[in-house]
């Protein structure tokens, strides 16, 4: 497990330092427990963070215990992409790795006690019925017809059940609570329903499976939870937690805190809608490196010590609200500010003819890989004859302010010389095809002899020793900043220029080899990462993970 400094105290930790202080808890034991049906987005990291790094503060310990109660959507993958997840975060279960399928002949005791003891029914009613039956906020749930039988009628039934006498969703197992309760998830609440479903961990041994409801509280009092951190949807579904926990024989009873879920503008955090996007072929994957899930995010290139940070400072709330995506990007950039190796990369490229430099001549120009860490060490960057800049560095009838290249005109190159352009050379639609230069030898980088001072710098590479790379320029993925609010379909709702992927780009020599995963500044440009997927030394394709923020509009670079 990661060591880090304490986080922030918050209402939870104020809990929980007062459980403490009265003695009604040795030690602190919470759970992340995610349903393996899709894979985890940034929104379960926040919840990953604030379980385990309470237990990591508190000395005690946090479990991963996979809701798998549902097999018809649960699959293999997803458990083993969600420990990848939890691991590539900084967090580790040390053994304690439990599963809520792992608990089904205990669950089926309890509740074949609560039948015999007249509180838990079998009922015939369809889902549609006890739905229509339920009744609304303001008006009480009708009982269902079978809300008396008898215990020994319940319970033959349940067993019956159990065997596999009955169809799919012919019958299900109630608990009998209060039909005119204000609190709807009090109203005879499912326990159990009949769905013929291979399960990866226990086969084919069920063929009726709990609720979440049924099996979250009673998993959690199993494992000696004391703390069971869950967010605000679930605050209704107290009442219920706590009922279940009653009626069954436990040394001690956990306790539900909720706090407010993520939300995060441009972004949306449904695990059912971005399954839609992964299923409909909207996206490439889960791990889309436009996808906000933790596999994505990783994809794109964001750090673990990002999304940690970033959860600590938003903090832990009781109220729901939404963060501007601007803090999870600025958040990253400060940190790969301080230790991402700088190169040049030209995205568009415009040749460059250096005329007073010799054809064949090779510069060898020593640059740092961060300026202001010389122990990250340095390469070279070869300037020849022929160059390469971007496109847009050139304009030929340059706009009020524009402060790079146009003829006449003079930037620095950087690392390297002030080169002054003499003339444009155009195809037959009148593009611009090349630029004929000069440079100014005496202004080489570090010549005490330069005292020149001009206007812009851009960068650049040399156009023979240069090496192609693919560029994905990704954005955000959709365009407005509550997808999916309201009536309005999320899918029409996409940006259709999240990703832009160019294939002629060029880099300079040092960056060629780049190994998978291995993250790079390209100078004025943004932040990138070879593709965990695609990228390969000599080949390399580089995700864009969130550009620079443009501090050279003031000075038109």
């Not at 918050?10 to 995610?34: M, W």
């Not at 838990?120 to 008396?148: I, K, N, W």
């Not at 503008?265 to 933790?294: F, N, Q």
């Not at 790079?520 to 070879?530: L, M, N, T």
């Amino acid at each position: 497990m990661i060591e880090e400094s304490r986080a922030p105290s918050n209402f939870i930790r104020q809990i929980i330092d007062e459980d403490l202080a009265s003695a009604k808890h040795s030690e602190v034991v919470t759970r992340f427990p995610p349903e393996p049906n899709g894979y985890l987005h940034i929104g379960h990291a926040k919840s990953i963070c604030l379980n385990f790094g309470i237990a990591r503060d508190y000395k005690g310990r946090c479990h991963l215990r996979m809701d798998d109660t549902n097999p018809a959507k649960e699959e293999q993958e997803y458990v083993d992409a969600i420990k990848a997840d939890v691991r590539w975060l900084g967090f580790d279960w040390n053994g304690h790795e439990y599963h809520a399928a792992d608990y089904f002949p205990r669950l089926y005791e309890w509740a074949e006690k609560l039948v015999r003891e007249g509180k838990a029914f079998v009922d015939d009613q369809s889902a549609d019925e006890v739905r229509r039956t339920r009744g609304t906020l303001t008006t009480p749930g009708a009982p269902s017809p079978f809300r008396d039988r008898s215990p020994e009628e319940n319970l033959d039934l349940l067993r019956r059940m159990r065997k596999g006498e009955f169809p799919d969703g012919s019958r299900t197992l109630r608990a009998k609570i209060d039909m005119a309760s204000p609190n709807l998830n009090l109203r005879d609440p499912v326990m159990y329903r009949i769905r013929r479903e291979h399960h990866d961990r226990t086969g084919d041994e069920w063929c009726i499976y709990p609720t979440y409801d049924w099996a979250h509280g009673e998993s959690d009092a199993i494992e000696g939870i004391t703390h069971s951190l869950c967010t605000l949807e679930f605050e209704a579904h107290r009442p219920l937690y706590d009922w279940y926990l009653e009626q069954i024989e436990v040394p001690h009873r956990p306790r539900q805190i909720e706090f407010a879920r993520l939300n995060i503008t441009y972004t949306m955090l449904s695990k059912r809608h971005l399954g839609a996007l992964v299923a409909e072929g909207l996206v490439s994957g889960w791990d889309d490196p436009r996808m906000p899930t933790i596999a994505g995010l990783r994809r794109r290139g964001y750090t673990p010590e990002a999304l940690r940070l970033f959860c600590d400072r938003i903090g832990v709330a009781k109220a729901d609200s939404t963060v501007e995506v601007e803090l999870l990007e600025n958040t990253l950039r400060e940190l790969l500010n301080v230790s991402v190796k700088r190169a040049l990369c030209v995205h568009r490229p415009l040749k460059v003819v250096v005329e007073n430099w010799e054809d064949g001549k090779v510069d060898e120009i020593e640059a740092p890989f961060l300026a202001d860490d010389p122990s990250a060490g340095s390469r070279k960057l070869p300037f020849t004859r022929e160059l390469f800049i971007e496109r847009d560095d050139f304009m030929e009838v340059p706009g009020k302010g524009f402060k790079r290249l146009s003829p006449g005109k003079e930037v620095r190159l950087r690392h390297a010389y002030v080169l002054r352009c003499n003339s444009v050379t155009k195809d037959s639609r009148g593009e611009v095809t090349e630029l004929r230069a000069t440079i100014d030898p005496d202004t080489r980088s570090g010549n005490p002899k330069d005292g020149r001072k001009v206007g812009g710098a851009v960068h650049w590479v040399s156009a023979p020793l240069s090496k192609p790379a693919t560029l994905r320029l990704y954005d955000r993925l959709f365009r407005v900043p509550n997808p999916g609010a309201g009536e309005a379909d999320f899918r029409t709702q996409l940006n259709p220029h999240s990703l832009e992927i160019l294939d002629g780009a060029r880099i300079e020599p040092a960056v060629a080899e780049a190994q998978p995963m291995e993250r790079w500044q390209f100078e004025r440009k943004g932040y990138y990462v070879a593709d965990a997927k695609d990228s390969k030394p000599g080949a390399p394709v580089f995700n864009l993970i969130v550009p620079l923020r443009d501090t050279w509009a003031k000075g038109g670079g």
